[in-house]
Structures are given as structure tokens and as C-alpha cells.
């Protein structure tokens, strides 16, 4: 138990060493231009960080799911222009479904609400006597221009199948970009797919679940982001002098402090629970109050978080040479990925409904 702490500390802080020296202005910029990082992805992919969630057997480190999470967190921190989080979710998915986890940068199709009336399926999955047959398209699928391999959930005969797509199988319907200027790209595929490209998922594995585990792979990226957008503010403020005295002297700028390192601190103590949850749900469990409550207050400390840091910094937080708007813009861009809070506000409040006046503490006090 020791040595793996030991090993999973060592990974850490290895990454963040990484990623320090690795994601520079001139990266960032080059990567908001449309050029993926290639020798930053081939350190990432060295050190076999898109594998974290992928069990020893299956190729893969064997971590501790939480602690391998934490690699999320580490990466939103740093602003990493790269799929790390969605590859890491890809692999497990494929691994967990026994199906090859290809090199190279991996993502995933987000799962679509059930269509509505008269509307057709988005995904078509059949089976015939050469194989499978897959038709559709994918909405927004994170870096999918760049990426080596998709992987997605479809449905067949009542049961759902986990997809690995190559680079090759699919097109580029509309090419897009969040606010951050991070690749959001929609896909269209229709082809023929061999058996090593389809099989069931794993017990429990659905839209709904796959759903709540991208939020909160995003929920742990802006509770980093977070926690690096309060180092830098509090930096600022103290090399920062105005009226003879440094801005972190002036009574107001000290109050908003404390506002941001609260909301830090909210951000990631909701972040940790939902890590939790993730292991849990990718389990088979079914604790999805952690992962609402995690990307609803993520998504509020997000918004708070920017508006205080940039009044802080003033006009130099929004030039281009600045890292702050790097790493606000992607907390904009993420809170409304996989579900908003509008959404998990909704689902918390379903949720307590549900329980009654009887069930909400013992719901409350199980999350």
C-alpha cells in the first residue's frame, strides 16, 4: 500500500514538472492557432499518462482511480492544450470493453440525450453477417481532427456496445473550436467494422454514466484551473503597486482574495468527491449526487473565479502574452461541457425530490 502511494506521488509530481516546463506561452499560442503539440503529446504519452485508468493487466498502470484522477486536475492547472482527460477516458472504456487501446491521442463521442419524437438516432449500430455496420454522426467530440482513435457507446438489441473508431473511419462534418480555441469537432462515419471494434460494454456503462463520468473529468480540470488562477492572483496582488503600496495591502483586493480562496477551496473539495463517485460509477455503482454537486459548484466557483481574477489583474489579464485568459477561458468553455449547471442543478433537484421529505437526509449523508 505504501509503495503505491509512494508511486502514485512520484507520478504526480512528475507530471506537474511536466507540464510546468512543457506548456509554455509559445505552445498555447501555436495551439490556439490549430497546431497540436506534438512533442508535448509524445512526453505525455511517454511518461503513459493517457493510460492511468487502464488496469495493470490491460497495459496500464494499475492506479488508484482517485489518484489517477488527480492527473486531470494537474493538467487543467497548467492549461495543457491536449486531450489528456478525454484519452484517459477513452482508454479506459476500450480496455474496460476488452477491445485494443490504440497509441496516440484518444477521445471520446460525449453521449446524446435520447432523440426526440421524429427525430432519428444520431448513432446506428448494426450487426449482419461480415460484421457490424455503424452510421451517424458525433456532435463536438473533443480534438477529434487530432485524434488517433474515437471511442463511443451505441446501441444494439438492447444493450450497449463500446466503438473504437480509427483515424481514417470518419469525416469532418463542422470543424469547431470552444472559447478557449480548443478542438470541438463534429464527426460523420458510416462504415463497415470488424469484431475487434465492437463489443459490450461493461456492466453499468451507459450514456447517462458516461455522461456523469466527463463531468467530472471536467470537474477536476476547472478545480485546477481554479487553484492556478488563485496562485496567480495572489502573486499579482503582491508585486503589483498602486497608491505607493501593493494591491494586496488595499482592504477590498484582501476580501476578494479570501472570496477566490474560498472558491477554490469549494472547487475542490466538490472535485475530490466526485473523483470518488467516478470510482464508484465506473464500478457499476450508481452515485451520481457527488458528480452533480461537483460540476454545478465547479461551475459556479468557475464564474466567480474569473470575474474576480481578471478585476484584479485589470487590462494585462486579457493581453495575448498573459496566461490568465488561458486558463479562464477554458473554465468558461468547460463548465458548460458535459452538462452545465443549469443541468446538475436540475438533476440534484430531481434527485431530492425523488428521496421525499423521509430519504433526503439518509440521500444527503450517503453522497
Known amino acids: 500500500m505504501t509503495d503505491n502511494i509512494l508511486a502514485d506521488d512520484i507520478l504526480a509530481n512528475t507530471a506537474r514538472r511536466l507540464f510546468a516546463g512543457r506548456v509554455t ?25 493517457p493510460l492511468a485508468l487502464v ?41 474496460g470493453a ?9 477521445t471520446v463521442a460525449p453521449p446524446v440525450a ?22 451517424g454522426t458525433a456532435d463536438r467530440v473533443p480534438w477529434g481532427r487530432d485524434a488517433a482513435a474515437v471511442a463511443l457507446l451505441a446501441e444494439h438489441d438492447g444493450r450497449t456496445h463500446v466503438v473504437r473508431l480509427d483515424a481514417g473511419d470518419w469525416e469532418i462534418a463542422e470543424a469547431g473550436r470552444n472559447i478557449a480555441g480548443e478542438p470541438r469537432d463534429g464527426l460523420r462515419f458510416g462504415l463497415a467494422l470488424a469484431d475487434d471494434r465492437v463489443a459490450p460494454a461493461p456492466d453499468g456503462l451507459d450514456g447517462a454514466v458516461l455522461h456523469g463520468l466527463g463531468a467530472t473529468l471536467r470537474s477536476l480540470a476547472m478545480a485546477g484551473a481554479v487553484e492556478r488562477v488563485l496562485d496567480l492572483t495572489v502573486r499579482y496582488v503582491g508585486e503589483r503597486v498602486q497608491f505607493g503600496r501593493p494591491l494586496a495591502k488595499f482592504q477590498a483586493v484582501q476580501q476578494n482574495l479570501a472570496v477566490l480562496a474560498g472558491q477554490a477551496a469549494a472547487a475542490g473539495a466538490a472535485a475530490d468527491g466526485a473523483a470518488e463517485a467516478f470510482a464508484d460509477l465506473s464500478a457499476g455503482g ?10 454545478m ?18 487590462a494585462i489579464g486579457f493581453t495575448h502574452e498573459h496566461v490568465l485568459h488561458t486558463l479562464t477561458r477554458r473554465l468558461w468553455s ?9 443541468f446538475w442543478a436540475r ?15 439518509p440521500l444527503v449523508t450517503a453522497a
Request: aromatic share 6%.
Open 334 to 342: 468547460w463548465r458548460d461541457e458535459y452538462g452545465n449547471d443549469a
Open 114 to 135: 435520447p432523440p426526440k419524437a421524429g427525430r432519428a438516432t444520431p448513432l446506428l449500430l448494426i450487426r449482419d453477417t461480415g460484421g457490424w455496420q455503424l452510421s
Open 98 to 106: 476488452g477491445l485494443e487501446v490504440p497509441a496516440g491521442p484518444l
Open 25 to 49: 506561452p509559445d505552445i498555447l499560442r501555436l495551439a490556439e492557432e490549430g497546431h497540436w503539440p506534438a512533442d508535448l503529446w509524445a512526453a505525455v504519452e511517454e511518461m503513459g499518462l
Open 286 to 295: 450508481s452515485r451520481t449526487l457527488p458528480v452533480a454537486a461537483a460540476k
Open 297 to 314: 459548484r465547479c461551475g459556479e466557483a468557475a464564474g466567480i473565479a474569473c470575474s474576480i481574477a481578471h478585476q484584479m489583474h485589470g
Open 55 to 95: 488496469p495493470e493487466e490491460a497495459g496500464g498502470f494499475g492506479l488508484d482511480i482517485v489518484e489517477a484522477l488527480g492527473l486531470v486536475r494537474i493538467a487543467g492547472s497548467a492549461a495543457a492544450p491536449l486531450p489528456l482527460a478525454d484519452s484517459m477516458l477513452a482508454a479506459w472504456m476500450l480496455a
Open 347 to 361: 438533476q440534484l433537484g430531481q434527485e431530492a425530490a425523488a428521496a421525499g421529505a423521509d430519504g433526503l437526509w
